[in-house]
């Protein structure tokens, strides 16, 4: 992790060479970053994009293009939710049994949430008991979507399926029957899984 940060001018350089990155999907060459900010030759960019690389934001490889931004991972703690207790939030105090810390750029959705698996009837789906499945918040999903949700009061994963008018909680697994949704049953769509950890 870079540990020094970058000068006016190296900051200027790396912010360009961001944009560019963005912009058309692969970075500038060294002329025309050179061209950009206006110097005769490209030893002065040289000695940025060196500078750059020693403080640890930019990898350069081999070519006239081979610059790659070095990102900088942030921790979040997300929760993990052991059970879900009847009448309550998901994420109610009495839920949580523990935290873990992720990587920003994978727990990236505003309040997910790591929820325990238990039982076997995902694991067609690669999702086996004592799994941690990642879960972005939503009220609502796709039909083939992986789900959390709450039918009478019991909180389940399983994938929604949607036809003829019936909503289903599938399982991935032959031993295990569908959950049938009825017009006036107690259901609720907690949030979508985005991801499988385990540990």
């Known amino acids: 992790m870079p540990t020094i940060p970058p000068t006016a001018r190296q900051k200027q350089v790396l912010r360009f060479i961001e944009a560019t990155i963005e912009t058309r999907g692969y970075p500038p060459?060294?002329?025309?970053?050179?061209?950009?900010?206006?110097?005769?030759?490209?030893?002065?960019?040289?000695?940025?994009?060196?500078?750059?690389?020693?403080?640890?934001?930019?990898?350069?490889?081999?070519?006239?293009?081979?610059?790659?931004l070095v990102r900088q991972s942030q921790g979040r703690s997300i929760p993990v939710i052991g059970q879900v207790a009847a009448g309550q939030p998901i994420l109610a105090e009495e839920n949580i049994s523990d935290t873990l810390t992720l990587d920003s750029s994978i727990a990236r959705w505003e309040n997910c949430f790591l929820l325990k698996v238990k039982g076997q009837s995902m694991k067609d789906a690669g999702i086996l008991e004592g799994d941690l499945v990642l879960v972005k918040p939503?009220?609502?999903?796709?039909?083939?979507?992986?789900?959390?949700?709450?039918?009478?009061?019991?909180?389940?994963?399983?994938?929604?399926?949607?036809?003829?008018?019936?909503?289903?909680?599938?399982?991935?697994?032959?031993?295990?029957?569908?959950?049938?949704?009825?017009?006036?049953?107690?259901?609720?769509?907690?949030?979508k899984v985005v991801g499988v950890l385990r540990i």
């Open 29 to 68: 060459s060294l002329r025309e970053i050179a061209h950009h900010f206006q110097m005769s030759g490209t030893r002065g960019v040289e000695r940025h994009i060196e500078a750059l690389e020693k403080k640890g934001h930019l990898r350069k490889g081999a070519g006239a293009r081979a610059l790659s």
């Open 138 to 191: 939503q009220a609502s999903a796709d039909s083939e979507d992986i789900v959390v949700a709450i039918s009478e009061g019991e909180g389940t994963v399983k994938r929604l399926l949607r036809r003829d008018g019936e909503t289903l909680l599938m399982p991935e697994n032959a031993a295990y029957k569908p959950i049938r949704i009825g017009k006036h049953g107690n259901f609720e769509i907690v949030g």
